[in-house]
């Protein structure tokens, strides 16, 4: 049962440098989100996609990009990272309405980053 | 924008009934508002959905208003294990959920 799978779970970036967080489900899910939680706040959406080869923005994407070659990974990457991007990252997915047994959000188990 | 209000934080005595509110006034006929929780250090979780009609399962239940423009989380008997930040989400076109910032439970011994 691994469902929503993210790598690494804690990573310590210095100002500038590039990385991807990884993102991986193995419920044949359509849809696929990347949030960032930062402390005592609720979750913001970065990107979305409702299949491969299909994404789209959401509340707060600037300074970051995605991408959607299979349905099953949904990397983000962060080319210069910035302090304001220290938060916690969850990647998500859900199904079609009618694919699944309950329709709803399943999310990984989060990733801690630190920008210094 | 599909936004929900909730109080910043309640309490509850174990044991004893929560109710956990909620507005979506901007709520469209499509939206399904959908209720998650999470734990400390934890990705939020499923706890129950619905469209129109008061939604039961073994976890909670959801009482819509008939205007559907507020609804309320409902949890029977609180237990510690249910102190989490609670979130209020529309579920709009195209699968896009969007949280706030949540209500924070504490439910005292």
């Known amino acids: 049962n691994a469902g929503v799978t993210q790598t690494p779970k804690f990573r310590i970036l210095k100002i500038g440098q590039s990385m991807t967080l990884q993102c991986?489900?193995?419920?044949?899910?359509?849809?696929?989100?990347?949030y960032r939680q930062d402390p005592g706040m609720g979750l913001k959406l970065i990107y979305y996609s409702v299949g491969a080869g299909i994404t789209d923005?959401?509340?707060?994407p600037n300074g970051y990009n995605v991408s959607r070659s299979t349905t099953e990974d949904f990397p983000l990457r962060l080319e210069l990272a910035a302090p304001s991007q220290t938060s916690v990252y969850f990647c998500a997915s859900s199904p079609e309405p009618g694919q699944g047994l309950l329709y709803t959000i399943y999310f990984g188990e989060g990733s801690w980053l630190t920008v210094v | 924008d599909a936004k929900t209000t909730q109080p910043n934080?309640?309490?509850?005595?174990?044991?004893?009934?929560?109710?956990?509110p909620c507005n979506h006034s901007t709520i469209s006929g499509t939206d399904y508002i959908h209720w998650y929780r999470q734990l400390p250090s934890q990705g939020p979780e499923y706890v129950i959905h619905g469209l129109t009609s008061n939604v039961n399962n073994r976890m909670a239940s959801l009482a819509i208003a008939e205007d559907r423009k507020s609804s309320t989380l409902i949890l029977h008997?609180?237990?510690?294990r249910d102190a989490a930040v609670y979130y209020c989400i529309l579920r709009r076109r195209r699968n896009q959920f969007y949280f706030g910032t949540g209500t924070s439970l504490t439910v005292i011994p």
């Open chain 1, 57 to 60: 923005k959401g509340e707060v």
């Open chain 1, 24 to 34: 991986t489900q193995d419920m044949n899910h359509n849809y696929m989100y990347w």
């Open chain 2, 77 to 80: 008997r609180a237990t510690l």
């Open chain 2, 9 to 20: 934080s309640m309490e509850s005595n174990e044991e004893e009934p929560v109710h956990l």
